[in-house]
């Protein structure tokens, strides 16, 4: 039966990604798309996940996939309505970067997308541009990498410019080309064993005995990186509380830190909880930690966290980090606010939502915070300043202006916990996906002189 004789029929799978790609674009969280375009459908989680693959995959790529649908374009300047547009997106993102959708479907559930969605003459042009692109791959011409290294970059792995240019200039191209397509690559899953409740080797175990393949931490011996999809086993060690979801790299500012049993420590932006549960489990449950966070409903979710894993020491405190009055503490790790531009490969909407403003506006913020943080500190005691980005403004320059402004504080050397290729030659440690295998991350260990 041909596709005009059935213009109503359509994948509710893609229908519903369509629905959240269009969300995103608007503006929305890709989770917050995603959890929107699934209310009242009962699909399958092997549904889902297919889902999520289109939803994430298609806009991570949302430049290169319109700058490769131009050239089939009749008028390649006309801004497309927004179904049209990103039927074609999600269309061409099948076509390109998925290797178990054949292209005739591809183009078949496309053209259904843009009957139910759209109207007739948009479906005939879904079906002539997706045709003529299997057909002429080779119209297709991207900027010379050697002349114009910015219009390649961005076209091609798909970013946007002020990123690009900016790690041109802290990397160059050669290693900028390499991180850029690691962030395009899918994630694995890293559990963080909970040794409260299991051992390293008891989740290796159960891993290897229902051959799930995995690799151990690079830098943490309580992180194993699993190289499946999903969230396999997730009964017998997530639900039991034996294992937490968590990069490595998240990990790294708590084994600077270097939390001992029996001590006071704070962590002042600590919801959903992952450097708390850890820190927590490094104090082997005993002392007190005080987790502080603004977002009420996320502390909720840090507090049940916590209840899995069998941890009783953290007192959490809705509040703002500027509002709180208790302390001084041993140990205080402060996670600010930050661009995120490390986990960019885990968050599909940040390379698009993200801007040289939203940078400055950050940066404003973390030098507020990381001045009312030192003032939480003990004479002798040490903080952690850590983000999830890779941007120097956000991370060194931060840091370094609080020295000059505050001379109580030194920086220690992150070569007492790590080997020297993660250590600057600063002494903070930065990682970055594509050369570590981990997200991009920056910490810094600065004591409190003992006196002061």
Same mark, same amino acid.
């Given at each position: 039966?041909?596709? &005009?004789?059935?213009?109503?029929?359509?994948?509710?799978?893609?229908?519903?990604?369509?629905?959240?790609?269009?969300?995103?674009? +608007? =503006?929305?969280?890709? =989770?917050?798309?995603? /959890?929107?375009?699934?209310?009242?459908?009962?699909?399958?989680?092997?549904?889902?996940?297919?889902?999520m693959q289109l939803v994430n995959g298609t806009t991570k790529m949302r430049r290169r996939l319109d700058y490769e649908i131009k050239f089939y374009l009749a008028k390649p300047s006309k801004k497309q309505p927004p179904h049209l547009a990103n039927i074609l997106r999600l269309g061409f993102y099948q076509l390109l970067f998925t290797d178990k959708?054949?292209? *005739? *479907?591809?183009?078949?559930?496309?053209?259904?997308?843009?009957?139910?969605?759209?109207?007739?003459s948009q479906a005939k042009l879904v079906n002539a541009v997706m045709r003529t692109r299997l057909r002429e791959p080779h119209k297709v011409i991207f900027p010379d990498k050697t002349t114009e290294p910015v219009r390649y970059l961005t076209n091609y792995y798909s970013y946007p410019d002020h990123f690009v240019e900016y790690c041109l200039k802290e990397f160059g191209v050669e290693k900028t080309e390499i991180l850029l397509a690691s962030y395009n690559k899918p994630r694995r899953v890293t $559990?963080?064993?909970? /040794?409260?409740?299991?051992?390293?080797?008891?989740?290796?175990?159960?891993?290897?005995?229902?051959?799930?393949?995995?690799?151990?931490g690079l830098y943490l011996p309580e992180f194993i990186h699993v190289d499946s999809a999903g969230l396999p086993l997730e009964r017998e060690l997530l639900q039991s509380g034996k294992v937490y979801v968590q990069d490595e790299s998240a990990g790294l500012p708590v084994r600077m830190l270097n939390p001992k049993p029996g001590s006071e420590v704070a962590d002042l932006t600590a919801a959903p909880g992952g450097k708390t549960? $850890?820190?927590?489990?490094?104090?082997?449950? +005993?002392?007190?930690?005080?987790?502080?966070d603004k977002s009420r409903n996320r502390l909720e979710i840090l507090v049940e966290n916590a209840r899995r894993l069998g941890i009783t020491i953290i007192s959490p405190v809705a509040c703002d980090m500027a509002d709180f009055h208790g302390g001084p503490f041993d140990r205080v790790l402060l996670d600010p606010p930050c661009t995120g531009w490390g986990t960019a490969a885990k968050h599909a909407d940040l390379?698009?939502?993200?801007?040289?403003?939203?940078?400055?506006?950050? /940066?404003?913020? +973390? /030098?507020?915070?990381?001045?009312?943080?030192?003032?939480?500190?003990?004479?002798? =005691?040490?903080?952690? $300043?850590?983000?999830?980005?890779?941007?120097?403004a956000e991370n060194d320059q931060v840091v370094?202006?609080?020295?000059?402004?505050?001379?109580?504080? &030194?920086?220690?050397?992150? &070569? +007492? $916990?790590?080997?020297?290729e993660l250590v600057s030659s600063r002494g903070f440690v930065k990682t970055y996906p594509g050369f570590d295998n981990l997200d991009g991350a920056f910490c810094a260990r600065l004591r409190r002189k003992p006196h002061s």
């Open positions: 039966m041909s596709t &005009e004789a059935t213009p109503h029929k359509f994948d509710p799978v893609r229908a519903a990604a369509l629905d959240a790609i269009i969300r995103i674009e +608007q =503006g929305a969280d890709t =989770g917050d798309a995603i /959890t929107d375009a699934l209310k009242d459908k009962n699909l399958r989680p092997l549904d889902i996940r297919f889902l959708i054949p292209e *005739a *479907a591809a183009v078949s559930e496309s053209v259904n997308l843009a009957h139910r969605f759209a109207d007739p $559990y963080r064993v909970n /040794t409260l409740n299991a051992s390293v080797e008891d989740v290796i175990n159960l891993l290897t005995k229902n051959n799930i393949p995995f690799s151990k549960t $850890y820190i927590a489990m490094k104090m082997h449950n +005993q002392g007190r930690l005080t987790a502080i390379r698009w939502a993200k801007s040289t403003e939203d940078m400055d506006t950050l /940066t404003k913020i +973390q /030098t507020k915070m990381i001045d009312r943080a030192a003032k939480l500190v003990k004479p002798g =005691g040490v903080m952690v $300043y850590s983000t999830c980005t890779i941007t120097r370094e202006e609080f020295l000059v402004r505050n001379d109580k504080f &030194e920086v220690e050397s992150a &070569e +007492q $916990y790590f080997p020297k």
